[in-house]
């Protein structure tokens, strides 16, 4: 199973429980009030009934009036809790829109190493199922929470008020739901956990195998890949199951303290009636409120799962921005690449590169080479900061590279590989897409240093031209080239090519080729080659082998050594 992306302390669900009020205190205080209003007019009335049932037994007639009371306080409750209940909505909306917009800045934020570690599915099960257990529990449970917790409360309040001798029967209630209670919660929080990473899982197994479909198709792997899916789908369904297998054991004791208090109160009130300590209108009045208190309960009951499952849920949302790079944010001071005793394995147990020691000084033209598998790619994303190393170093004027800030990094040292995506909007927003200032004129000019001059002038609404999905569709090589673009807008002073021509037809890569020169010009470039004859025109070349760096020097002095590069460069030219 993947690698996950971390959750949340409570105490971090709670302090982000704690600033959300805060910012929306105005809104909050309206829905507690109305709600507090709402249960406060329920309570009048059982103590009409009571009344009237006084009134009735002392033979007295005037019913009409407690009566029309009656209906009219049902009416105002009704239209109170439903102006309630459309104010916690909109304020669940807003804070909702608030946490999936912070949530999707951080997951921007995600270091691409801890991405692919973790699964995407890890991450899109917390922006949509997580994010939308949330949006559930705001607008439903947490109104009908308050409204519930309110009503049990001030019903209880309202007992005690009414007559303390009965409302003991209260206490027997208290033993049986806090013991209950206590076992329930002790043991569902690592019940609703293991739930929730079990349905993650079943949609990082669901994302893996549509992403890789053709992949799975073509090495005869469906029939694993839907034993997987089902044995992921079987984990998910136990967790629930054991959940559900909690709920079934705490219903029954929540339900006997539903009752039981009932029956006291009955025998309570008929030996306090027979005594004259109490009239039939109290006794009356008791048993209406202890039996509005049941519903209430009842939902208190359903409800806490599903706030309990949203809560863990949140910290699962909140727990991506645990991930995000660390962010320090200081900044290089040169711009010389040192690598120093470098080892890194994608996981624990395989080790792929071990020990690389290798210094880039500004400005060279570096060409890694090497068979495949050896580790070539690897190293490329270390120098780009995209993974930390294992153990070692690899700093760029001094800061160690993966923790330089985000929009720091940018500016430092660019991973170019072949895969480009064309993001469905206008070509602005495709250039635009790491943040910063710029004029169009910049814009226009990237363009035409990415050799883009001729297909943008071409384009019907200029840099409002929308690209992508359903729109302008867009050729490799041009999506190749405004990712060039992109490079001259964030001006690196170093940049590492994997691979970034080898996708293309050769007329296409000679085009791309031209245009990478001039965006090259002047920058640190390390090249990932496949094709060797990039190296011969590169300042020093280096051979990667198992995950070491085997030789090291300028293309002529290492074709005359007669080592591994020129074995490799032998091995080509039969190739061809
Ligand atoms: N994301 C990954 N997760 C796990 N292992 C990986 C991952 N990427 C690469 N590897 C493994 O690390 C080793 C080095 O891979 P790398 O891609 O760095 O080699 P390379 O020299 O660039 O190869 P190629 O020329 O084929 O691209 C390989 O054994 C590969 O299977």
Redesign the pocket.
């Known amino acids: 199973m993947p690698v996950r992306l971390p959750l949340a302390t409570a105490k971090a669900a709670r302090a982000w429980l704690r600033t959300t009020l805060r910012a929306h205190r105005g809104s909050f205080a309206t829905v507690v009030g109305l709600f507090s209003l709402a249960a406060v007019t329920g309570l009048a009335g059982p103590q009409i009934l009571g009344h009237l049932v006084d009134s009735v037994a002392a033979g007295h007639a005037d019913i009409e009036l407690p009566a029309v009371l009656f209906v009219v306080l049902l009416v105002v409750q009704a239209v109170l809790k439903r102006i309630a209940r459309v104010h916690a909505g909109i304020l669940g909306e807003q804070v909702l829109a608030e946490t999936r917009e912070r949530f999707v800045g951080q997951a921007l934020q995600l270091p691409l190493s801890t991405v692919?570690a973790a699964g995407t599915g890890d991450l899109l099960s917390r922006a949509t199922t997580d994010a939308d257990r949330i949006d559930h529990a705001v607008r439903n449970a947490v109104p009908q929470i308050a409204v519930a917790g309110m009503t049990v409360l001030l019903t209880v309040v309202a007992m005690v008020v009414t007559s303390p001798l009965l409302a003991l029967g209260l206490l027997v209630t208290v033993p049986l739901l806090y013991f209950s209670s206590r076992w329930y919660w002790a043991r569902v929080p690592s019940t609703i956990e293991r739930m929730l990473d079990a349905w993650a899982d079943v949609q990082t197994g669901l994302h893996e195998t549509a992403d890789g479909a053709r992949t799975a198709e073509a090495l005869g792997l469906i029939g694993r890949r839907v034993t997987l899916g089902r044995r992921t789908l079987g984990g998910a369904v136990d967790r629930e199951r054991e959940l559900r297998r909690l709920t079934v054991k705490w219903v029954p004791w929540v339900q006997l303290s539903q009752v039981l208090p009932i029956a006291v109160l009955l025998l309570l009130g008929a030996w306090a009636y027979a005594r004259g300590l109490v009239g039939l209108g109290t006794v009356t009045t008791m048993v209406v409120y202890l039996q509005a208190l049941a519903g209430p309960l009842e939902e208190l009951l359903w409800w806490t799962e599903d706030v309990q499952v949203s809560g863990t849920a949140l910290r699962r949302v909140l727990g991506v921005r645990g991930a995000e790079r660390a962010g320090r944010a200081g900044r290089s001071r040169g711009r010389e690449i040192v690598v120093r005793g470098v080892r890194y394995g994608?996981?624990a147990q395989r080790e792929?590169l071990h020990g690389i020691d290798l210094r880039i000084p500004p400005g060279e033209r570096l060409v890694i080479v090497?068979p495949?598998?050896?580790?070539?790619?690897?190293l490329g994303r270390l120098l780009a900061g995209v993974a930390a190393p294992g153990s070692g170093s690899v700093t760029i004027g001094g800061a160690e590279v993966s923790s330089l800030a985000e929009d720091v990094l940018r500016g430092e040292v660019l991973l170019l590989t072949q895969e480009h995506h064309v993001f469905a909007g206008s070509l602005r927003e495709n250039l635009t897409l790491p943040a910063g200032e710029w004029q169009d004129a910049d814009l226009v000019r990237a363009l035409s240093v990415a050799g883009l001059t001729g297909w943008f002038s071409a384009l019907p609404d200029g840099l409002d031209t929308r690209l992508g999905a359903g729109s302008l569709a867009v050729p490799a090589a041009v999506a190749q080239q405004l990712a060039l673009a992109r490079v001259v807008l964030a001006d690196p002073h170093t940049v590492v090519l994997d691979e970034a021509t080898s996708l293309l037809d050769t007329s296409s890569a000679r085009q791309l080729e031209r245009s990478l020169n001039g965006v090259l010009e002047g920058r640190t470039v390390i090249a990932?080659a496949?094709r060797l004859h990039t190296a011969a025109a590169a300042d020093r070349v280096a051979v990667?082998e198992d995950g070491r760096i085997t030789e090291l020097g300028p293309h002529a002095r290492l074709l005359s050594a007669g080592g591994a590069y020129a074995r490799l460069v032998q091995a080509a030219a039969v190739g061809v």
Do not use: F, N, P, R
Request: no cysteine; hydrophobic share 25%; proline share 0%.
């Open positions: 692919e994608y996981s792929v090497g495949s598998g050896a580790g070539k790619s690897t990932i496949h990667v």
